[in-house]
């Protein structure tokens, strides 16, 4: 427990405060975790304003209020403008998040946040150091992986995180940082040890109001770096090589085959088998061994390394040997008698595109079959861009769900349909596992069966539930029953 008064200062903001310093125990912005000793802050959501749950959450046990307007005069309450950032400021300073025992490594970017926070948690764990990741897939230590509810966790929850992990004796911690925990004040307060930019491409269009907006949020993670920390920046994307150019902080630049970078593969071999390439570095010359597919993963691996030697140059690392695996949900393949599939995480133009082209540059590959949705409540004109991918690269399409959430499934998959041509090449089978059940019946050996949108999601998110769901699992049951 703490006194009010002894996290005050934390905040950066102007405040007000009235009432009496008091014992805080806990700190939440969920009215349903409040509990005896709570500070509830209220934060306005995308579905409801925390202002308006202050009494439920007196009535559990709240000594004290952060809102936005003078609401209980008579009560113990800190008055901001800014909730979200003082939920941030209040909670670090309350768990000691300053005092952490590990460094921290922000990613940011469209795509490939995951695989590089499991690439370079893999790097650590071949170092000897005990690492632990929070992203996309939820949180990873030594003890395995808790799913999570978003890519990057509130700042209350993170706070609390941090507190865990460092109590563990985590000695280095890899975060995937998304444009709307930058937007949303959820990493505000934090200082990162490095920060990586991967990549930008159309997505989140129904949150940013453009792809400026979206690129200027992104670049913000940027100015939240400890003194002496550098910028990881792949130049082989036109926002990167932006970034990196208007940046004024120490910066390195990673890119797949380009020699102006300070890390990029001077040789590189991709087939079905993965990744074979000599990486060229300040350092000099690694061989790089992948199990993982396509040109954009030998670019997660430039980028993971050069983020490495750049946290801890001094370590003591064979990457001769590293034997890189592939994550979860990301380009995964799946060999069984019929297809190949490869189940992926790919939900943006950018990233399909990637998958695909992958899928179609393997030399022994026969017919590229397709399974694919759209997210319902999620950024609409990407819908048919994605169809007019799916439509260049693939032999068969067969459109299907793609957690609708509160959108109807037909109004999505009509929208992916103006993007094609030649409507013959789709199947529409709104049931997913019908869906995949179908394209692998239909495959043959030599085929690829690339299942696309989901990843390694356990759900399908339908009107408010999210129901049992994973792709992997569908596939590993069919080959069962061969």
């Not at 959820?186 to 979206?214: C, I, K, W």
């Amino acid at each position: 427990m703490k006194k009010l008064s002894a996290i005050l200062p934390a905040l950066q903001l102007p405040y007000r405060l009235t009432g009496t310093d008091v014992e805080i125990s806990h700190i939440t912005y969920d009215s349903r975790q409040v509990k005896p000793g709570s500070l509830f802050v209220a934060i306005k959501g995308f579905n409801s304003d925390g202002h308006e749950h202050i009494k439920d959450a007196i009535k559990l046990g709240a000594v004290a209020l952060v809102v936005d307007h003078d609401v209980m005069p008579e009560f113990t309450q800190i008055i901001v403008h800014d909730t979200r950032s003082a939920l941030s400021e209040l909670s670090y300073e309350y768990y000691g998040c300053d005092y952490n025992n590990f460094e921290l490594t922000g990613i940011t970017g469209t795509n490939g946040k995951t695989t590089m926070t499991h690439l370079l948690y893999q790097i650590a764990e071949k170092a000897g150091m005990t690492p632990a990741l929070i992203g996309t897939l939820g949180i990873r230590t030594k003890d395995g992986l808790l799913e999570g509810e978003r890519t990057t966790p509130e700042s209350a929850d993170l706070a609390k995180i941090f507190y865990d992990l460092d109590k563990q004796g985590v000695s280095t911690l890899f975060m995937e940082v998304s444009s709307h925990a930058i937007a949303l004040q959820r990493v505000h307060g934090l200082r990162f040890d490095a920060a990586v930019f991967t990549n930008l491409t159309q997505d989140h269009l129904d949150f940013h109001p453009s792809m400026e907006d979206y690129f200027e949020t992104k670049a913000k993670l940027f100015e939240n770096m400890k003194s002496g920390a550098r910028a990881i920046i792949n130049i082989d994307d036109p926002y990167g090589r932006r970034l990196y150019k208007e940046l004024e902080i120490g910066k390195i630049a990673y890119a797949v085959e380009n020699d102006k970078a300070d890390y990029y593969f001077k040789e590189l071999d991709i087939s079905v088998k993965g990744i074979n390439g000599i990486l060229r570095t300040p350092k000099g010359d690694f061989n790089i061994i992948a199990s993982l597919l396509g040109k954009f993963n030998a670019e997660n691996i430039a980028g993971s390394i050069a983020t490495w030697e750049q946290l801890y140059p001094e370590t003591e690392i064979n990457f001769n040997d590293l034997h890189l695996k592939p994550v979860s949900g990301r380009m995964e393949m799946i060999a069984t008698h019929k297809a190949t599939a490869v189940i992926d995480y790919a939900h943006t133009p950018d990233a399909m595109e990637k998958a695909l082209k992958t899928a179609s540059d393997l030399s022994d590959r026969k017919d590229i079959i397709t399974v694919f949705g759209c997210g319902g409540d999620r950024d609409k004109a990407k819908r048919p861009i994605m169809g007019k991918i799916a439509e260049k690269y693939s032999n068969k399409i067969i459109l299907t769900n793609d957690n609708p959430r509160n959108e109807d499934p037909q109004t999505i998959i009509n929208e992916i349909l103006e993007g094609f041509e030649n409507k013959k090449k789709v199947e529409i089978c709104i049931d997913r596992e019908k869906a995949i059940t179908n394209a692998w019946n239909g495959s043959k050996p030599g085929d690829i069966l690339m299942i696309l949108g989901k990843g390694a999601e356990t759900y399908m998110e339908i009107k408010g539930h999210k129901l049992p769901f994973n792709d992997k699992e569908i596939m590993l049951k069919l080959e069962q029953k061969k």
